[in-house]
C-alpha cells in the first residue's frame, strides 16, 4: 500500500497524508490495526478525526489524494480540559470566543445534544464552578468555521444581542464559491424568506427581513472565486442565499444550488469578529485562519 505507514505525532494528535483514494473508515482500520473495529467507530463517532481540519464523523466519507488526516489520541480526548473541534482564542468572566471547526454543531438539535460547542464550554466553565453558564450570542452553521463568540450571564448575553449593531464592527467572512465571480466588488441587497422546509430565499416586496451583503472578489480561476464578504445585517443563511443570487453559490452547498463539493465541507468561513466588549468597552479584534483548500482550489 502506498499510504504514510509512520503517521507523525504531535500534541497527542496522529496525522497521516492521504496518497491514495480510500473512505475514511477502512483508511483507518488500516492504519490503526491495533485497534478494533468498535474503537476505531467510537473515535470516530466522538469527532476525533479532522479532514483538513474538518471535523468528519461519516464512515464511508471519501479520501483523496493530498488530504491530510488527523485523530486526536483516546487518552486526550478523555481528559476534561480537552475541546474537542474547536480552540477558545480569549476567555474572561463576560464572555467567551471560539475558533470552530467545520462539522461541530454550535447548539443542540434534536439528533445531537452533546457533541456541540455549546454543551463543551458549559462543562468547561463547570469545571471551575458548577454554578457557572454559557450563553449563546449568535449562531455559525455546522459545516461554517471560523470566529464565534458566547455570554457567561443572561445580563451579557442580552446586552450584546440588543445592542448588536452598535457593538459589532466587523464580521467578515471568507468563501470558496462556483465560478469565475466577473465582478471584482459589489452589494447584494434583498428581503429573506423561509420557506415551511426551512429554505431562506430573497424576495424584493420588503415583507421579509432586510439582508445586506458587501463582497470583494480575492483571487479566480476558471472554476472557483475566493471572496471575502462583509455582512451589514446577519440574517440566517445569509451569504449563503446571497452567493447563490449571483449565481456562484458556496461549494458544498447542496441546498442553495452548488454543483460541487471539492473540499469536502461547505466552503464559508467567519474570519474576523470585532466588537466592543460588552462589559468594559474595549474593541476587540479576533481572527481565525482561513482554511487552505480555500486558497488552493481558488488559484
Known amino acids: 500500500m502506498s499510504y504514510n505507514k509512520r503517521p507523525t505525532q504531535k500534541n497527542d494528535t496522529l496525522n497521516f497524508k492521504i496518497t491514495k483514494s480510500d473512505e475514511l473508515l477502512p483508511f483507518l482500520l488500516s492504519q490503526m490495526s491495533n485497534r478494533s473495529r468498535n474503537s476505531v467507530k467510537s473515535i470516530l463517532t466522538r469527532g476525533q478525526v479532522k479532514v483538513d481540519d474538518h471535523i468528519v464523523t461519516k464512515h464511508n466519507?471519501?479520501?483523496?489524494?493530498?488530504?491530510?488526516?488527523?485523530?486526536?489520541k483516546n487518552k486526550v480526548a478523555v481528559r476534561e480540559n480537552v475541546l474537542i473541534g474547536m480552540e477558545i482564542l480569549y476567555e474572561d468572566k463576560d464572555i467567551i470566543v471560539i475558533n470552530k471547526d467545520a462539522g461541530l454543531l454550535s447548539i443542540a438539535t434534536e439528533k445531537e445534544k452533546h457533541r456541540t460547542a455549546l454543551h463543551q464550554l458549559m462543562e468547561h466553565v463547570r469545571r471551575q464552578d458548577l454554578r457557572n453558564r454559557v450563553f449563546v450570542v449568535h449562531r455559525l452553521d455546522k459545516e461554517t468555521s471560523g470566529v464565534m463568540m458566547?455570554?457567561?450571564?443572561?445580563?451579557?448575553?442580552?446586552?450584546?444581542?440588543?445592542?448588536?449593531?452598535e457593538l459589532v464592527k466587523e464580521r467578515t467572512y471568507v468563501a470558496l464559491v462556483e465560478g469565475k465571480l466577473e465582478q471584482r466588488e459589489g452589494m447584494v441587497k434583498s428581503w429573506?424568506?423561509?420557506s415551511k422546509t426551512h429554505h431562506m430565499y430573497s424576495v424584493q416586496d420588503k415583507n421579509g427581513q432586510l439582508a445586506i451583503t458587501h463582497f470583494k472578489r480575492i483571487q479566480h480561476n476558471d472554476k472557483f472565486?475566493?471572496?471575502?464578504?462583509?455582512?451589514?445585517?446577519?440574517?440566517?443563511n445569509q451569504i449563503r442565499v446571497h452567493m447563490s443570487d449571483l449565481g456562484h453559490p458556496v461549494v458544498g452547498d447542496k441546498k442553495y444550488g452548488a454543483k460541487t463539493n471539492e473540499i469536502g465541507r461547505l466552503g464559508l468561513h467567519a474570519k474576523i469578529l470585532s466588537f466592543h466588549h460588552p462589559v468594559t468597552?474595549?474593541?476587540?479584534?479576533?481572527?481565525?485562519?482561513?482554511p487552505k483548500p480555500f486558497y488552493s482550489k481558488s488559484k
Not at 472565486?225 to 440566517?236: A, I, N, P, Y
Open 225 to 236: 472565486s475566493l471572496v471575502e464578504l462583509q455582512l451589514e445585517t446577519g440574517r440566517k
Open 192 to 194: 429573506l424568506k423561509e
Open 150 to 165: 458566547f455570554a457567561k450571564s443572561e445580563k451579557v448575553k442580552r446586552k450584546l444581542q440588543d445592542n448588536w449593531k
Open 281 to 290: 468597552n474595549q474593541l476587540m479584534l479576533f481572527r481565525a485562519d482561513v
Open 61 to 72: 466519507y471519501p479520501l483523496r489524494p493530498g488530504q491530510s488526516v488527523s485523530v486526536l
